[in-house]
């Protein structure tokens, strides 16, 4: 079963908005990633937030963890065509061997 | 640094063969883990190798194996190949930073089993 369930399952936005997708998770963790994948290729790694960490920025990139609740979400702000891929959170466990996926949020942005 | 490479980038394979795939990690990356993309599935995780060793295995049949060799490039196998296994097989070296692993992930090999 998948550690982290994403939502919405898709997005569709015009260049310029901000795009938001959340991810729910089910145990602890020891950190959580972010991936973007275009089109059935590889998995870009976007970002990396620790368990201990509630924020975090990387360029246009904002995510945040709350480990109370078992959510995170990740913001793309000032979204572009470019950044039209689906996205996925990666729950890494408390082992750090191994990374269980969410479903993923196919984002379209329309130019 | 070169990136992580996985060949070959697409096979067509029939039922009842078997396949091998091959990574090879980023230089200097010790760990490689192996995950299976599918539509109806999504990611799964199928096992990871350190030093040679196998140090954590998902939750797929005994057809799905794998090893590493001593320069960390690894191979997979699949055995007795059938139609669910047509699939995205990424590959994917770590770097450890502490206790915190942020995984690169290859181009993956695209397999249709018909």
């Known amino acids: 079963s998948q550690q982290g369930e994403e939502d919405p399952q898709a997005l569709s936005i015009q260049e310029g908005e901000n795009a938001t997708m959340n991810c729910s998770y089910k145990?602890?963790?020891?950190?959580l990633q972010w991936y973007r994948q275009n089109s059935g290729r590889g998995l870009v790694h976007l970002i990396l937030i620790r368990s201990n960490e509630r924020e975090k920025h990387s360029g246009r990139l904002r995510v945040t963890l709350d480990t109370s609740k078992k959510s995170s979400s990740l913001l793309i702000t000032a979204s572009r065509a470019a950044d039209t891929a689906s996205y996925f959170c990666?729950?890494?466990?408390?082992?750090?061997?191994?990374?269980?996926f969410g479903g993923g949020t196919r984002l379209m942005v329309k130019p | 640094k070169a990136g992580v490479t996985q060949t070959p980038r697409y096979l067509i394979k029939t039922r009842g063969q078997q396949v091998t795939l091959s990574c090879s990690p980023i230089s200097g990356h010790r760990s490689v883990s192996w995950y299976q993309q599918t539509p109806g599935q999504g990611l799964q995780f199928l096992f990871e190798y350190f030093s040679e060793t196998q140090r954590n295995k998902g939750n797929f049949p005994g057809r799905f194996s794998g090893r590493q060799f001593s320069n960390s490039r690894s191979e997979m196998n699949v055995s007795t190949l059938e139609l669910g296994d047509s699939a995205l097989y990424l590959c994917?070296?770590?770097?450890?930073?502490?206790?915190?692993?942020?995984?690169?992930f290859g181009p993956g090999t695209r397999l249709t089993v018909l």
């Open positions: 145990t602890s963790i020891n950190n």
């Open positions: 990666a729950c890494d466990n408390n082992a750090g061997n191994m990374l269980t």
């Open positions: 994917a070296s770590k770097r450890t930073s502490g206790n915190y692993n942020e995984q690169f």
